[in-house]
Every structure is written in C-alpha cells, then in structure tokens.
C-alpha cells in the first residue's frame, strides 16, 4: 500500500491544521493507522495511533490538542491540530501498522508543519 501525507503548511502559533493520509487501497484490513512526526535532528515520534476498531491513542505532548480520526470509505486518515505549538514544526508522517509496536514502513513523503512563534 502507498500512503501519502498531505495539508501541512506555514501557521502561527495557536493556530490549526488539518493533515490528510489517503491510502491506495483499502484500510479496512489494516490493524492500526498512525501518525509520526520527524523534526531536525530528532528522532521519528509515534503522534497518534488509531485502531481498526476506532481506539485512538495520542502521545502526552499532543493530548488535547491533536484528534486522528478515519474514513475508511475513503481509504484515509487525518490528523486535526489546534492549538498548535513551535515545538509541533516537523515533517509528518503516516503508517500502516500491525500492532502500534508493528509498523509496516510505507511512510512516503511526508508533509511540513512549521508553527511560527
């Protein structure tokens, strides 16, 4: 499957973004979609994870803030972020895992986030 991340941008502190990841097929089978974020000279973070099922489970540095959410008809997962933060500025990633341990590596381009203080 190819993921490909889209809807990040340029925006100042506070405010929101909304990220995009469409699959090229169905996610239906997949077990768990999550969100990674990678910033300069850091490592690549787990953000969000959400479940076939619809569980959902957030890193503590987003909680509150960020909500993934799925559409499987559409073969895609969004990240919705408010209340953004400088220390957000990263490239963001999507994924396909088996387990939220699991993770297949179809993490594609990425798409920027800078948050401007």
């Known amino acids: 499957v190819q993921l490909q991340a889209s809807g990040g941008g340029l925006v100042q502190a506070g405010g929101s973004l909304r990220l995009s990841c469409a699959a090229s097929?169905?996610?239906l089978?997949?077990?768990?979609m999550g969100w990674f974020r990678q910033a300069p000279g850091r490592e690549r973070e787990l953000v969000a994870t959400i479940t076939s099922g619809?569980?959902?489970?957030?890193a503590d540095s987003v909680k509150g803030r960020f909500t993934m959410s799925r559409d499987s008809?559409?073969?895609t997962v969004?990240?919705?972020?408010?209340?953004?933060k400088p220390e957000d500025t990263a490239v963001y990633y999507c994924d396909a895992g088996v387990s939220?341990?699991?993770?297949?590596?179809?993490?594609?381009?990425?798409?920027?986030?800078?948050v401007s203080s």
Not at 101 to 110: A, C, D, V
């Open 25 to 27: 097929e169905s996610i």
């Open 29 to 32: 089978s997949i077990n768990v």
């Open 54 to 58: 619809g569980s959902k489970n957030y």
């Open 73 to 75: 008809a559409k073969n």
């Open 78 to 84: 969004y990240l919705e972020m408010n209340s953004l």
């Open 100 to 114: 939220d341990r699991t993770w297949l590596g179809f993490w594609g381009q990425g798409t920027q986030v800078t």
